[in-house]
């Protein structure tokens, strides 16, 4: 259960999604029962079977800022990938950088002819460091005119759209990668979800590296994630609340926001408005304190989020339904098809 292998599967290319379908909500759903162990095949149109009135639908509401750059470093006009992270102090942004081995502390690193500057300040371990930002205006407005949407690497193909890397609820930029479980809901979904008596919730946290880096070390135990920011408003906790008071159902989009929602509970003891940074690792033997229902995208092999989502289902349970998945050519990773774990 603790073995890092234990949560490896083959998978063939064919099945890793390039490309985000023309309709989000046409995607297939596997339905996975935990109580009878049966899965069934629909597509995420029905997902509104399996949400009752007084439930409630918590999302994660982060946009992915377009946060690889392509500069220069100014001494010796070497060309050099950088992947903004997260901001770690004003104006100071942990970033991964290609190649790390030429950007030393005092390494600045130009971009749009001067635009943006990046000035090293700290270097770390596994290709990151720490820069200075030096530019003038609103950062947003400068990654949006130099920056690109920072795919995973194993999207190959060109997003001719670079909205459909945004959940259609994004709202606060922060995220160097998308909250991909909810990229398969449409506005029209969602307002026929509601108008069924399902509340809809919001939380913010933004998706940092680690949380799709696979695991490297052998005993999961021993893996440190990186943190992540996360903050929820007290009009949020109140619908959540309620809801969980009156015995009706947390439904989770994504794992997110599952370790959003817990680590509040595990900090607090309840759910109250607050902010701050979490490294939860969630994997099984975990108890869980307020999700009652998960809806999660098929993960890559040996990541922490197969683990998250065989802790809540059970490891054996979510390899059955993998191997299903696989058999019937779902769809795989962030454009790929969705579950929903009842």
């Not at 900090?267 to 690792?281: A, P, R």
């Not at 922490?304 to 058999?327: G, H, P, Q, R």
Request: charged letters at 25%; proline letters at 3%; a negative charge.
């Amino acid at each position: 259960m603790y073995s890092t292998d234990d949560y490896d599967f083959e998978l063939d290319d064919s099945l890793i999604a390039q490309t985000p379908l023309e309709k989000r909500d046409t995607s297939k759903l596997l339905v996975l029962n935990r109580k009878d162990k049966s899965i069934k095949h629909k597509y995420f149109t029905d997902i509104i079977e399996y949400l009752n009135e007084g439930d409630v639908l918590v999302l994660n509401n982060s946009r992915v800022l377009p946060a690889r750059l392509f500069g220069i470093k100014k001494d010796t006009q070497a060309n050099v990938e950088v992947l903004m992270l997260k901001e770690v102090n004003d104006n100071i942004w942990q970033c991964l950088c290609k190649p790390a081995k030429r950007i030393k502390e005092g390494t600045i690193v130009s971009f749009g002819d001067g635009k943006l500057e990046m000035e090293c300040v700290r270097t770390l371990d596994e290709g990151i460091r720490e820069f200075k930002l030096i530019y003038n205006g609103v950062l947003l407005e400068r990654l949006e005119e130099l920056g690109t949407m920072p795919l995973p690497p194993y999207i190959k193909e060109k997003l001719d759209n670079q909205e459909r890397y945004q959940t259609v609820y994004s709202k606060n930029s922060g995220s160097a990668a998308a909250p991909t479980a909810g990229l398969h809901f449409t506005i029209e979904l969602l307002e026929q979800i509601e108008a069924k008596g399902i509340k809809i919730a919001y939380v913010t946290l933004h998706v940092g590296l680690g949380t799709f880096r696979p695991v490297s070390v052998t005993n999961i135990k021993e893996h440190q994630m990186h943190s992540e920011f996360y903050s929820i408003d007290i009009n949020d906790v109140k619908i959540i609340n309620e809801a969980k008071e009156k015995g009706n159902k947390v439904i989770s989009v994504g794992t997110t926001t599952t370790r959003t929602l817990e680590t509040i509970m595990n900090k607090h003891g309840k759910l109250i408005e607050c902010y701050g940074n979490t490294d939860i690792f969630i994997y099984p033997g975990y108890e869980f304190k307020i999700v009652d229902v998960q809806i999660t995208n098929f993960h890559l092999p040996k990541s922490t989020l197969m683990m998250l989502v065989s802790a809540f289902a059970t490891k054996d349970l979510i390899m059955s339904a993998y191997n299903e998945a696989i058999k019937e050519r779902y769809r795989f990773f962030s454009f790929g098809d969705s579950m929903i774990i009842l």
